[in-house]
């Protein structure tokens, strides 16, 4: 089955500067790669996604970035605000996961004012 | 209201005690799941339901079974609750018909097992 690592685990940044979490997946048949912010006390919540056709996808600050080749997807947060604090969570689908995800470890995001 | 509900936000029971999670949802999705979240471990897959009548393991379904009384409920059980099944349990809810099959989360059950 699939198996997604995601790394950092925790993340401190300085509010306004950017911060990247990284994942890399084993199945090359994964088509599908979200990601989701979980804020404290709430369940993860989609906050982008990207297909295995598209390089790259941006919203705002948020972007992500896919390279097939090495089965790695990044997350790009620029201009870091207190609000972005939260646990990040890459994930994958597609392939033989038959419409389920594999999540990643999570990444605990801290932005200090 | 919230399109996902669980109940209850939080539980704490005592070793060998059965105990029931129940899940909600008014999104008219087919798709159902569990999953636990323990720190560093991310979010596991416990059970899915694609409709109705489908039931399927996953990953870690040891301990645990579900029954799906309808297309909106979906419920998880712990036959004989243990410490290590203390964590956080989310259900989620999908559509197959969106174009990405997007999985919406519930606020989740905070278990404690004493």
């Known amino acids: 089955g699939e198996n997604v690592e995601q790394h950092p685990s925790t993340l401190s940044v300085q509010e306004g500067d950017s911060a990247v979490i990284k994942c890399t997946y084993s199945?090359?048949?994964?088509?599908?790669f979200p990601w989701y912010k979980q804020e404290l006390g709430k369940g993860p919540q989609l906050i982008i996604d990207?297909?295995?056709?598209?390089g790259e996808k941006k919203d705002q600050r948020i972007a992500v970035t896919l390279n097939k080749t090495a089965k790695h997807f990044s997350l790009h947060i620029t201009e870091t605000q207190p609000e972005d604090s939260a646990v990040y969570f890459c994930?994958?689908?597609?392939?033989?996961?038959?419409?389920?995800?594999?999540f990643g470890q999570g990444t605990i995001l801290t932005v200090h004012p | 209201d919230a399109d996902v509900t669980q109940t209850p936000r939080n539980r704490i029971t005592k070793t060998g005690k059965r105990i029931m999670l129940e899940c909600s949802q008014t999104?008219?999705?087919?798709?159902m799941y569990w999953y636990r979240q323990d720190p560093g471990l991310g979010l596991r897959l416990i059970y899915y339901?694609?409709?109705?009548?489908?039931?399927n393991k996953g990953e870690i379904s040891d301990g645990y079974s579900v029954s799906r009384q309808a297309q909106a409920k979906f419920s998880l059980s712990l036959e004989s609750a243990i410490p290590n099944q203390t964590a956080l349990y989310f259900c989620?809810?999908?559509?197959?018909?969106?174009?990405?099959?997007?999985?919406?989360f519930g606020p989740g059950t905070r278990l404690t097992v004493l």
């Open positions: 989620a809810t999908s559509d197959p018909q969106e174009d990405t099959d997007t999985q919406y």
């Open positions: 199945d090359s048949a994964s088509n599908y």
């Open positions: 990207i297909r295995s056709n598209v």
């Open positions: 994930a994958a689908k597609g392939g033989t996961s038959y419409g389920k995800l594999t």
């Open positions: 999104k008219g999705h087919d798709r």
């Open positions: 339901s694609f409709d109705v009548k489908d039931i």
